[in-house]
């Protein structure tokens, strides 16, 4: 038998740990972002300049 304390942390548990790697992934999604953007602009001014 698990008291209502103890169910509640659990619960604050359980999320802590679910908001952590939603914070994890969009950090890796942020970088993904980010290093298609860089190439894209690399690509861009490449081409500006050959114009």
Known sequence: MTTS???RQQQVFKTYVELERQRVLGEMFA???????????DNTTDERTNR
């Open 5 to 7: 304390d103890e169910r």
């Open 31 to 41: 970088d993904a972002i980010r290093r298609d953007i860089d190439t894209k602009h």
